[in-house]
């Protein structure tokens, strides 16, 4: 049951080009150490993205590039460590189109504009969203969900990779939408929210398909 797309993609810290534009005849780039800042926890798709593309780019450019996990406050921790960087192409944000479009409208205070204090490099991937139940529960559609959740209003629950994360707001979304009432329970860490599904403590959740991934 697909919900949504998301966008996956390259940002760096906003000012960077020009330096790496002007210095291109005294070096060649990457002359060191490159460093992706993925703004969620591992094993997520967007981790992944970072690791396989950070493997390549590797093997491309001959120099190490090393992925490092700085999750929290649905993408802002990372995306600050970024915005606040050095402006010189070495580290790099590797995140989704959520925690740079959508985060500004949900928190009143920023620590950085995540249009002027970035500069976007590429698009990655574009992934689907799926809901995705515990088998044992009685809905093998979107429709059946949907009437069980209205039969038992308040008595199902929903897990997310966090308060303001897409995933989050695609439950509120399907809330609204369907005029059904189930309990959202955020989880940090993309690894429990999916083994707690799997154990059945959640009867459903939204989880991104890499179609590279299959």
Same mark, same amino acid.
């Given at each position: 049951?697909?919900?949504? #797309?998301?966008?996956?993609?390259?940002?760096?810290?906003?000012? /960077?080009?020009?330096?790496?534009?002007?210095?291109?005849?005294?070096?060649?780039?990457?002359?060191?150490?490159?460093? +992706?800042?993925?703004?969620?926890?591992?094993?997520?798709?967007?981790?992944? +993205?970072?690791? *396989?593309?950070?493997?390549?780019? !590797?093997?491309?450019?001959?120099?190490?590039?090393?992925?490092?996990?700085?999750?929290?406050?649905?993408?802002?921790?990372?995306?600050?460590?970024?915005?606040?960087?050095?402006?010189?192409?070495?580290?790099?944000?590797?995140?989704?189109?959520?925690?740079?479009?959508?985060?500004?409208?949900?928190?009143? *205070?920023?620590?950085?504009?995540?249009?002027?204090?970035?500069?976007?490099?590429?698009?990655?991937?574009?992934?689907?969203?799926?809901?995705?139940?515990?088998?044992?529960?009685?809905?093998?559609?979107?429709?059946?969900?949907?009437?069980?959740? *209205?039969?038992?209003?308040?008595?199902?629950?929903?897990?997310?990779?966090?308060?303001?994360?897409?995933?989050?707001?695609?439950?509120? #979304?399907?809330?609204?939408? !369907?005029?059904?009432?189930?309990?959202?329970?955020?989880?940090?860490?993309?690894?429990?929210?999916?083994? #707690?599904?799997?154990?059945?403590? !959640?009867?459903?959740?939204?989880?991104?398909?890499?179609?590279? /991934? *299959?």
């Amino acid at each position: 049951m697909f919900l949504a #797309m998301r966008l996956v993609g390259f940002t760096i810290a906003f000012g /960077c080009l020009t330096p790496l534009v002007t210095s291109a005849a005294a070096e060649q780039f990457p002359a060191k150490l490159v460093k +992706f800042v993925v703004p969620q926890t591992p094993g997520g798709a967007t981790d992944v +993205f970072a690791r *396989k593309i950070g493997q390549m780019l !590797s093997e491309r450019w001959g120099q190490p590039v090393i992925v490092e996990n700085r999750a929290g406050a649905g993408g802002v921790v990372g995306s600050d460590v970024v915005a606040k960087s050095s402006p010189d192409g070495y580290t790099l944000l590797v995140t989704y189109a959520g925690s740079q479009a959508i985060n500004p409208s949900l928190y009143p *205070k920023m620590p950085f504009d995540s249009i002027k204090d970035f500069q976007t490099v590429a698009t990655l991937a574009v992934t689907p969203f799926i809901l995705i139940v515990h088998p044992n529960l009685p809905a093998k559609d979107l429709a059946e969900f949907i009437a069980l959740a *209205k039969a038992k209003p308040g008595a199902l629950t929903y897990a997310s990779s966090g308060n303001g994360s897409v995933n989050h707001l695609l439950g509120e #979304m399907l809330k609204a939408d !369907s005029g059904i009432n189930t309990l959202h329970v955020p989880y940090r860490v993309w690894l429990r929210q999916l083994r #707690m599904s799997s154990a059945g403590r !959640s009867t459903r959740r939204s989880a991104v398909s890499p179609p590279s /991934c *299959k």
